[in-house]
Each structure stands twice: as structure tokens, then as C-alpha cells.
Antibody, heavy 122, light 107 residues
């Protein structure tokens, strides 16, 4: 059974760089897109971006320029870096698998990491 | 980006009730619509994909319908474990967007 295990620094100062990593355990890394989704305190879910095993990325346009995702297929891991953080980046960050229905026609976020709370405060 | 608007934002109901949550997309997304359940302090879980197909292990009291711009999630015979926040999400474009969530509370 596929599980996602994520880790990274939880307390940052404004202007620092957020860095999180997610390991894919018990399943295939190739053939999927892997996303980061965040949830500010008391608020809804915001998709940040995605990457596949080959390193092809797709980012939310409002975060483009600050966000970089990378993938290490030899270790079945992918990472998120978000530069110049502010208080508005305070959130729980989830790494997530974009699963596909048979025939690869419908896609949904079917497997989620446990979440990492990131607080940006001076 | 496609905007997803859910209603109501919050809903009170009793165990055994049937409730319906709606989700409207800002443009036609055919049936590329997913629903998630998030209990307080936990990770979201996929309930329904392709607007109406139950994800593995999801009880049959959950159902989804709709196409185009308008969708709904219904839960019949509410159980205590169903009180949670529900999100819709579109996968019509690869700029994935979520609704703001509907909080289902016990009356």
C-alpha cells in the first residue's frame, strides 16, 4: 500500500525558504504526478503545483517565481521549495498523489501525506 | 483559473438525515469533479471522482451527481462519523482548484 511520508522545517522567518520533502513508500513513483497542496489555518485547500518522476512541473501561476519542485526518482522522493516566505505562507502542507482511473482519464488526489505545519513568524 | 463555489458553507443536520451539498464551477468542467472529506485535524480523503464514482471503500450512502457546471454530493442516513468538512475539486484543467469547503455539523 502506497504511503507518503513528508518532512521539513516547521518554523521559518519572513524571507526564508520553505523546504519540504516527501518520500513515496510501498508503490510506484513513476507514472504519476505528485502534488503539493496547502491549507492555511482554518481555511480551505490550495493546490501549489505538481511534478512527475521525469521532473516535468506545473505550478500555480500566483506562486510561479517563488516555487520550485524537484524529483529524485532513484530515491522515490520529491521536494518543494518556496522562497521569500511571508506570514501568508503559514499553512499545513500536504504532499499528495494524483491518481488516475483506469484508462488514465479521470484524475483525483487519492493518497495524502500526513501534513507538515509550517509557521512563518519573526 | 476555474473557480469552484460550494453551498452552503455550513450545514447542521442530525444523525439519520439526508443532506446535499452543491458545487458550481465557473465554466464547463464536464464531469471532471472530485469530492473529499476532511475530519478535524486530519488529512483529506477522496470520496468521489468523475462526479459520481465512489472511491474504493467509500460507503454507498455517499453519492455524487452532476455535469457541466453544477454538481452535488449527497449523504443519506447520516452517521456520526460523517460530520466533517467536504470539498469539491475540479480536474478539468491542470490548474487544480478546490471549493471553499462545506462544514457539516451535528444539530
Amino acid at each position: 500500500q502506497v504511503q507518503l511520508q513528508q518532512w521539513g522545517a516547521g518554523l521559518l522567518k519572513p524571507s526564508e525558504t520553505l523546504s519540504l520533502t516527501c518520500a513515496v513508500n510501498g508503490g510506484s513513483f513513476s507514472g504519476y504526478y505528485w502534488s503539493w497542496i496547502r491549507q492555511p489555518p482554518g481555511k480551505g485547500l490550495e493546490w501549489i503545483g505538481e511534478i512527475n518522476h521525469g521532473g516535468s512541473t506545473n505550478y500555480k501561476s500566483s506562486l510561479e517565481g517563488r516555487v520550485t519542485m524537484s524529483a529524485d526518482k532513484s530515491r522515490n522522493r520529491f521536494s518543494l521549495k518556496l522562497t521569500s516566505v511571508t506570514a501568508a505562507d503559514t499553512a499545513v502542507y500536504f504532499c499528495v498523489r494524483l491518481g488516475a482511473s483506469s484508462g488514465d482519464y479521470f484524475y483525483a488526489f487519492d493518497i495524502w501525506g500526513q501534513g507538515t505545519t509550517v509557521i512563518v513568524s519573526s | 483559473d476555474i473557480q469552484m463555489t460550494q453551498s452552503p458553507i455550513s450545514l447542521s443536520a442530525s444523525v439519520g438525515d439526508r443532506v446535499t451539498i452543491t458545487c458550481r464551477a465557473s465554466e464547463n468542467i464536464t464531469n471532471f469533479l472530485n469530492w473529499y472529506q476532511q475530519k478535524s485535524g486530519t488529512t483529506p480523503k477522496l470520496l468521489i471522482y468523475a462526479a459520481s464514482i465512489l472511491h474504493g471503500g467509500v460507503p454507498s450512502r455517499f453519492s455524487g451527481r452532476g455535469s457541466g457546471r453544477d454538481f452535488s454530493l449527497s449523504i443519506s442516513g447520516l452517521r456520526p462519523e460523517d460530520f466533517a468538512t467536504y470539498y469539491c475539486q475540479q480536474s478539468h484543467t491542470t490548474v487544480y482548484t478546490f471549493g471553499q469547503g462545506t462544514r457539516l455539523e451535528i444539530k
